[in-house]
């Protein structure tokens, strides 16, 4: 029997790794730009954390968790996100008595048992940004800002922003009973699934992607035109200082987010290069949730982007800037001797900060060269048997196909030098 890794999971390989290191070096670049400071997080926490702040009702709590007990019979869960997470560790650790704006960062694993399909992963990646301490719309627009900023700086082309207002505890309850109440009467032409959720939690009908639902919705009235004076004046603001800004965005009254603990702003960056799982990030606002784990009130905003889509989404724009770092140096050596000199030089160019590869297989020095032109290196020195004997070494550019030969002492200071040169 052999083993291979579980449904829903992935390897990233070196032919792809180098990708993800390229990626997530410019997001922090733009985090640090608008100063977000990274936080790590464990990657289980005690599963109420993750019920009580994305809400039991949620796909997500009911039946996409990771959840265990521990020896001590404790009930723990993989983290299916982060803002849960993020805002206990605030709380834990009184962030805010060190600044009343915390701006966070993260990027790492997540963990939900959906069906695995395109872009769906059980373990699968995001980065995100949480701004913790401020009630203000600026802020909502500095994280849709910082959201939009990442895909540019990736660029990724074509985004597009939707945004929405979820409401708060005093005009959402009143809306969602009118909604139930309208869909109830056109519940025989919603899907089997909008039917089931119609009694769990009705909002989630709002964003069915069906075309039944949808033509059983057209006359459905939206939250954004019932929303309270305190949330319709900061989605208003939102709106203005988002259009201050140039964000392009286009609203959608039926925009509501697969997590609870949402208030006010809700959003979400799209991708028409991506398949049926279109959304590249999600995020919004979250005033209670602070409280609701223990906290003292404390308002903030955030957003989650799934790296593996954003890497869909480049491959098929061809956006990735850089190349694959290449050992600088190749040594093919032929011998115990010129492979024991090679070995040492290898080391000291090391030390130095500068790549160097040689060979471990034994093979013939052709074989070595085919080797270094695979790994596309740009510099093979090549020390032969003659070359030991005369203490020479023989240096090739591969891109120029330029060769010269120079003594053992002078290979080091011609690499410090061919260095600074690039
Ligand atoms: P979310 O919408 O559940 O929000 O996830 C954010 C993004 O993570 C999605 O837009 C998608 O790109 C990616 N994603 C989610 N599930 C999967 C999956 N199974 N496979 C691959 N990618 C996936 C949150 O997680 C919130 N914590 C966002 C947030 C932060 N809200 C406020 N702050």
């Known amino acids: 029997m052999t083993y291979k890794s579980i449904k829903g999971t992935r390897d990233i390989l070196p032919s792809e790794s180098w990708k993800w290191q390229r990626v997530e070096e410019k997001i922090r670049g733009v985090m640090h730009t608008f100063n977000f400071r990274e936080i790590r997080t464990p990657l289980f926490e005690e599963t109420s954390l993750f019920s009580r702040s994305i809400?039991?009702?949620t796909d997500i709590v009911s039946k996409e968790m990771y959840t265990f007990r521990d020896l001590s019979g404790e009930s723990l869960t993989l983290?299916?996100?982060m803002t849960a997470s993020v805002v206990r560790a605030h709380i834990q650790h009184n962030l805010r008595e060190q600044s009343p704006l915390v701006k966070l960062y993260y990027i790492g694993p997540m963990f939900r048992q959906e069906r695995p399909q395109a872009g769906r992963l059980r373990q699968?990646?995001?980065f995100g940004a949480e701004a913790i301490g401020s009630q203000i719309p600026s802020l909502d627009v500095e994280v849709v800002a910082l959201a939009v900023a990442t895909y540019e700086a990736l660029g990724v082309k074509k985004t597009i922003l939707r945004?929405?207002?979820v409401g708060c505890e005093k005009c959402r309850p009143p809306y969602k009973e009118m909604l139930k109440r309208h869909l109830t009467r056109v519940r025989d032409r919603l899907s089997a699934e909008s039917q089931r959720r119609l009694d769990v939690n009705p909002?989630?009908?709002l964003d069915s992607k069906s075309e039944e639902d949808q033509s059983a919705m057209a006359q459905i009235p939206l939250l954004k035109d019932h929303l309270c004076p305190e949330c319709s004046a900061h989605y208003a603001s939102v709106k203005e200082e988002l259009a201050a800004l140039e964000l392009q965005y286009e609203e959608d009254g039926r925009l509501v987010r697969g997590l609870d603990y949402y208030t006010k702003t809700a959003f979400e960056i799209l991708s028409k290069d991506l398949g049926a799982q279109d959304a590249l990030a999600g995020g919004g606002r979250y005033d209670l949730l602070a409280e609701e784990l223990g906290g003292k009130p404390t308002p903030g905003i955030g957003f989650a982007a799934g790296i593996e889509r954003l890497m869909m989404v480049s491959e098929k724009q061809k956006s990735f800037l850089d190349g694959e770092e290449k050992p600088a140096i190749f040594f093919a050596a032929l011998g115990n001797e010129?492979?024991?000199?090679?070995?040492k030089q290898a080391l000291e160019l090391r030390r130095r900060g500068i790549s160097a590869e040689l060979d471990f297989l034994s093979r013939s020095l052709k074989a070595q060269m085919r080797e270094a032109d695979r790994q596309q290196v740009r510099h093979v020195i090549i020390v032969g048997e003659n070359e030991v004997k005369t203490r020479r070494a023989t240096i090739k550019d591969m891109k120029s196909g330029e060769q010269k030969?120079?003594?053992f002492d002078e290979v080091m200071s011609l690499f410090e030098k061919t260095n600074t040169d690039k």
């Open 55 to 57: 809400g039991e009702l």
């Open 79 to 81: 983290r299916p996100e």
């Open 124 to 126: 699968f990646h995001q």
């Open 163 to 165: 945004i929405n207002s």
């Open 203 to 205: 909002l989630r009908v």
């Open 338 to 343: 010129a492979q024991r000199w090679a070995m």
């Open 405 to 407: 030969t120079v003594s």
